[in-house]
């Protein structure tokens, strides 16, 4: 019997480690990569130059209520054609989801193909995530760390999803190691 291909949600908040561990991932795994900022990056900047003036505003609510369901939408549509062929990396934010138990089972139902469903929920201090924000000078940045505390309140540093995930400290040694002995590919 055929095995099903999997679908990795790796999540987490900004500057957490999702891409890198994402990157590691398709590495060792040869599954499809879709980042949501190489996806839909250069869409949204042009679409908000024209909206506000702001190419790299994605903290306004006029960015989160235009973007955000269309921007998962489009990386789940891609996901979704190539799960028959082989397995997939969603890697994005997902902020509001983790509250949801039984996200990964909706993903599955809505993709119309048979998969398996791992989540990787990717964390680390805010103190470690502000400095890797100001290391990767990202004009998208900007707003949250000029205004850090208003960011600190929108992504709660404690809250972990409330569906199974690997929770992986992007902190400690060798983090990317612990999740694979931690059973991630199997």
Request: aromatic share 8%; charged share 25%; net charge neutral.
């Amino acid at each position: 019997m055929p095995r099903n291909n999997t679908l990795y949600l790796v999540t987490g908040m900004p500057a957490a480690g999702k891409s890198t561990f994402a990157r590691k991932l398709a590495a060792r795994t040869g599954a499809c990569l879709l980042d949501i900022d190489t996806c839909t990056e250069t869409i949204v900047q042009a679409a908000m130059e024209r909206i506000s003036g702001e190419p790299n505003d994605r903290d306004s609510p006029t960015f989160k209520e235009t973007f955000r369901e269309p921007v998962y939408e489009t990386l789940f549509a891609i996901a979704a054609e190539n799960l028959p062929h082989t397995d997939v990396i969603v890697t994005g934010p997902f902020t509001k989801e983790q509250a949801r138990p039984h996200w990964p089972r909706e993903i599955r139902s809505r993709l119309g193909a048979p998969c398996d469903v791992k989540c990787v929920f990717v964390h680390c201090s805010p103190e470690l995530r502000k400095r890797r924000l100001i290391e990767r000078a990202n004009p998208r940045d900007e707003p949250k760390l000029k205004n850090w505390e208003k960011h600190l309140q929108y992504y709660d540093p404690d809250a972990f999803p409330a569906y199974p995930h690997f929770a992986v400290d992007t902190a400690a040694p060798k983090s990317f190691e612990t999740a694979l002995n931690e059973g991630l590919l199997d």
